[in-house]
Each structure stands twice: as structure tokens, then as C-alpha cells.
């Protein structure tokens, strides 16, 4: 049984690919970019759950247009990634979008089967380190150094570099949750 640390599951992120979606976010990363886009997540911290627990609370009957992962690293724990990409994409949709702060030739060098796996089993994988300077404020990239890798559903993501970034903001406990890639450097100005 695999396990992955995560900070969050949500449904429907509407921001971060096509359709609703079911949004991960795993917890976890060495990496420590400059200007990450999600310093919080870096840290190891939390009980790690069984994929298998975190399939099992999902609603039954769920359906979602895709699923996008995110993080922290998510190739940081491939073995859970990979477990619950596989049953994603058998069950639910193939519609599959994983951020990594990796290039994928790095995820390629890695001979590990669990990143073989899930890099021939997504249809999305957005590469590269988030670098702030480099934020233009356009597509599903947080940074124009990063690109959008499509290898299935492409008629779905013509616009994945260009299209207009949305936020969404969902009420979680006592706290806000703002889900989607921020703006670029000028209108984040422009808006404070």
C-alpha cells in the first residue's frame, strides 16, 4: 500500500485545467526554489494517508473531468502518485495534470519505475522550476521558463500557454483558499 503526506484535496477546482476537476496537493519538497509559488508546501509535515483511504472517501459515484496534482513535489513521493494516478485514470478520466518543479528530462534520468509510470499515464505535465521574475500571467505555466507537455487531449488544451488565468476562492474552516497560478509580476502591482 503507498502513501503520500497531503496537504489538501478539493473538488471542483475549475482553474487548473479543463473542466471540474479533482485537485491534490501533496505536501513535500527538497527543492526549495527561489520565489517558489508554494513555500508552505515545502515542508514533510502531517501523517501520510494510504492512497487507498484517500480513493475511499471520495463520494461514491464520483466523476470528474480530470485531476490535477500538485505540490510540494509530486515526484517526491512517486510510488503514492503513480498508485492513485493509475486508479484515476482506470476509473474516473485520463484527463491527468501533474505540476513538478522537475525538467522532464530530470524525471527521465531517474530510471525509477513509479515516475515511468506516471509520466506515461498523465496527459498533462507542466515542468520546470517556478521562477517569480518570469511570472508573464499567462496559461495553466506559473512561469514562461516552464512548459505545458500535452500527450493526450490535446483538442483541450490548444490554449494551455496563453489562456487567461483565473483564481478561484473557497471557503475551507476559518480560512480562504485561493486556488489557481497568480497573476504576473505587473498586475499583481496593479491590484494591491
Known sequence: ??????????????????????????????RACP???????QPYEGDPV?????IASLPEGFSADGMTISGGEPFDQAEGVAELVRWFTEKV?????????????E????GDPA???????IAVLVDGAYMEARNDGK?????????????????????????ERKVQYVGQQESLLQIGIPP?????RQNK
Open 93 to 105: 478520466s485520463r484527463d491527468v495534470l501533474v505540476y513538478t518543479g522537475y525538467t522532464v528530462e
Open 115 to 121: 515516475t515511468d509510470e506516471i509520466l506515461r499515464m
Open 139 to 163: 496559461g495553466l505555466r506559473g512561469s514562461a521558463n516552464q512548459r505545458v507537455i500535452v500527450q493526450r487531449f490535446p483538442e483541450r488544451y490548444l490554449d494551455a500557454e496563453s489562456r
Open 50 to 54: 494510504e492512497v487507498a483511504q484517500l
Open 107 to 110: 524525471l527521465q534520468a531517474r
Open 184 to 188: 504576473g509580476r505587473k498586475e499583481t
Open 1 to 30: 500500500m503507498s502513501r503520500l503526506v497531503l496537504e489538501r484535496i478539493y473538488y471542483p477546482v475549475v482553474t487548473l485545467g479543463y473542466g471540474k476537476r479533482l485537485g491534490v496537493w501533496v505536501r513535500g519538497c527538497g
Open 35 to 41: 520565489g517558489c509559488i508554494s513555500p508552505e508546501l
